[in-house]
């Protein structure tokens, strides 16, 4: 469980980069997700490559669609990247539907590897990958910690609060919207390549878009615009899920389809709510000073 | 040569169709200023409604699409009012965010209502009519001619009515529509009455061709935002070229490509206007 808070955490500090510091929005976060997922698994399976490779693959080509995706909107309002990126995980699901030959389909692809696998004991194994993701995540936390208190950042927030300002003040606004969203989108196909090595199998249907709004209510529980935020409301995304289920268990003479209806329902209607009365979230952001 | 027609011919009738969710969302756009992505769950819940009516209540399919259209544009107005308008002070893209949830979540109440079976209407079985070459399911025919009396109804309401006027009025200009003592609110309920109310026609126009679930409305909303988009994002007249466009080249695209991929050409439409004429074919202005 503790594995799956470290693949939302990433996924909510990559959000973090592009809506929590530079205003931009990205709805479609499950597809640079499965994107990145699907990279790595035919890189290791298909091509026989080596874990970190196909991951590394995984983030430098999900960061080239997020560039592709960024350009393409880059002199409109933000209302068409969020068209743009919701139709782009809609495709990515397409595509790994229908191109049997490459993605197997609907059947998804197994046997993806992850480190030591089998040659552990799968307790081992889920204690090293925990450790590994969380590596990842301290890392990526860094990181974008880093960018936060560097000129970079501030440049992002200028440019969230008001892009005019930014431009009149001689930053060259579209370089750094794309710059963001790159690096966002890398730290999303990564996410999801740690998530193919982890679980093993990828398919269609693991990539839902529920899982959009998973990682946009990790952060906007936690504290847009905070890092820490951002890791802190995956946390709390965990325990929110695993309590769902286990009330849900409780209510009697439900179908298991309403079951499920009514935790979907619970995490949409839980954004809803924090959206409304805790836009801040938890850790609200506090503006390092320069 | 006949089978191109035939393909031209499906899909004019499709972007017929396609055109009243698109309208729905494109009317909602430029009054309000957001992309309303709840739309995917209440063209749904209109098929839902229609459904109800057509299978229980034993209405015939063109009565059941009002009932689909009431049901929708009211579920339209009150999701709106409860959840939606008290964030839209927190912006446009604040906004987008919590209508992607709202329509988790409202897809969810049809589901723990109805299940994810899918499920047909109640319809009486016709043999296709044969027009020299080309085929045409009665059923298809009837809901072009739904489509076209929606539209044909919007337009007289948008043009001749004193509250069209002023949808028109706040669309065009939110604060000289204010200066001249328009309701905003009350043109906001009423755009979501008559956009989610399109959808849901929509809805249930595209589940009479085959079935309903409660993806319905998903399925089909990459099509409706690359039409509105295509046509111009705001304009009503470019929603319906768009989907005439979207829906031509849909069915064009399955003399080259796999049927599964009919939705991706929406999306690669997409990057394409964005690319080349970022206000569509239609449009006046992008933002």
Redesign the interface.
Known sequence: MLTFAGFYGLMALGLNLV?GMA?M?N?GLVGFFAFGAYVSALATVNMGAPIPAGVAAASALTAGAGVVMAL??R??????L???T???S??VR??A??EIWLTKGTDGISGIPGPWRGRVTPETFNLIYLAIVAVFVVAAFWLLERVRHSPFGRVLRAIRDDEQIAAVAGKPVVAFKVQAFAVSAGILGTAGALYGHYISYVAPDSFA??I??YA??ALTAGGTGDNRGAVVGALLLVFFMESTRFATGWLPGL?P??V???R??L???S??VV??WR?GGLIPERIPRA | MPELLQLLVNGLMAGTVLAVPAIGFTAIYAVLRFPNFALASHATIGAFGGYVANTAGGLPAWAAVAVAFAVAGLVGVLSDTLVLRPLRPAGAITTAIAAVALNIALENVVRFVFGNDHRGYDLPLQRDWQVAAIRVGPQQFQNLLIALVAMAALFLFLAFTRTGKAMRAVADNPTLANVKGVDADRVGRLVNFVGMGLAGVGGMLLGLDTSIDPLTGFRVILSVFAAAVVGGLGSIPGAVVGALTIGVAEELSLVALAPAYRTAVGFVAILFVLTLRPRGILGERAY
């Not at chain 1, 002199?75 to 068409?80: E, I, K, T």
């Open positions: 809506w205003g929005i709805l393409t909107t002199n409109l309002r933000g209302d068409y969020a068209i743009v919701l139709g782009f809609e495709v397409l595509v539907s229908n878009p529920l959009t709004i946009v209510l179908r389809v309403q499920a209806a009514v979907e329902f995490i949409g209607a954004l809803v959206l409304r836009p």
